[in-house]
Structure formats: C-alpha cells, structure tokens
C-alpha cells in the first residue's frame, strides 16, 4: 500500500515542477506619440565636382584578396561584391577616387581562384563647389541618357557572364 501512494505523489510533484517551469507567459506593451506630428526635414545643398584623369589606362589584376575562395557555385553569388573589393584596391593602388570607364573581367585561374582585372582611367575630384540649377538639370540629362548605374551594371552584367560547372 505505502508503495501505490507514492507513485501517484512522486507524479504530482514532478508535473508541478514542470508546470512552474514553463514560460508560456508573454508580455508586451508599447506606447506611440506624435503621430500627427508635422514632418521635419534638412535639405543638404548638392554638390559638384570635376574630374580629373591622373593617368593613363591601367591594368589592375586582383587575385590576393580572394586566394582563400575556392570557385564553387556558391562562391558565385558573392562575385558583385568581389568585383567591389577589386576597384577598390585599384582605385587604392593609384591614389584614385574613381576608376572611369572601368571594365570588369573575372576569371578563373589554374588553382581555381578568382582572378578580377580592372582596366580604366584613375581620376580624383577637384573643383567642388554648390550646384546651380543649370548644374541639376545637366545631371537629370546625363541620368536619362545613361539609363544603366555603374553598380547594376556591377550586378548584372546583362548576359556576359558564363558558369561552367565542372563534375
């Protein structure tokens, strides 16, 4: 008899501890203010700059910064971003801001690495100074007629991209 009454008792006591332990319970509370506020803005005047070529075209080829990155087809989808790394150690390497009219060839080296070549023209800012109106619309010309921004073309290369897969 002493050992039936202990089972059920040992039961209860287990499944009260359990029940103690369980953190179901969930609080939330949250306050919102000024939503009728009126909005608030600063307007930052524009700026414009020249740019000067500071050299003739040049070759730039970056293997180091990838030489731990085994091409595979994951390695694939952060190419956009190693094309990034890759002007920007050109630009770098020729005290540039910019690289104008830069190309981008990725390739595929012997030991199955990434090799990234930028050709273009090192350039740095000069002459800045607040835009005018004439300035704007020149701008808002220029957008239209180039229809593609460097860094979608950066993204997507429209089709010059090829993936082999090797088994």
């Given at each position: 008899m002493k050992k039936l009454?202990?089972?059920?008792?040992?039961?209860?006591?287990?499944?009260?501890?359990?029940?103690?332990?369980?953190?179901?319970?969930?609080?939330?509370?949250?306050?919102?203010?000024?939503n009728l506020e009126p909005e608030q803005?600063?307007?930052?005047?524009?700026?414009?700059?020249?740019?000067?070529?500071i050299d003739d075209?040049?070759?730039?080829?970056?293997?180091?910064?990838?030489a731990n990155y085994a091409v595979t087809g994951s390695i694939v989808s952060f190419i956009p971003e190693f094309k990034k790394v890759a002007l920007s150690r050109a630009a770098r390497k020729y005290k540039a801001d910019a690289i104008v009219g830069a190309t981008v060839d990725?390739?595929?080296?012997?030991?199955?690495?990434?090799?990234?070549?930028?050709?273009?023209?090192?350039?740095?800012y000069t002459n800045f100074r607040n835009a005018t109106s004439e300035d704007i619309s020149l701008v808002g010309q220029?957008?239209?007629?180039?229809?593609?921004?460097n860094d979608d073309i950066l993204q997507n290369p429209k089709g010059q991209t090829r993936i082999t897969l090797e088994k």
């Open positions: 009454l202990f089972i059920p008792v040992a039961v209860i006591v287990t499944i009260s501890a359990a029940a103690q332990q369980r953190t179901d319970k969930v609080e939330y509370q949250e306050s919102s203010a000024r803005a600063v307007m930052i005047t524009p700026m414009i700059a020249d740019m000067k070529i075209k040049i070759y730039y080829t970056e293997t180091e910064a990838f990725v390739i595929t080296n012997a030991q199955g690495r990434l090799e990234i070549t930028i050709s273009g023209y090192p350039a740095k220029a957008k239209n007629v180039a229809g593609d921004s």
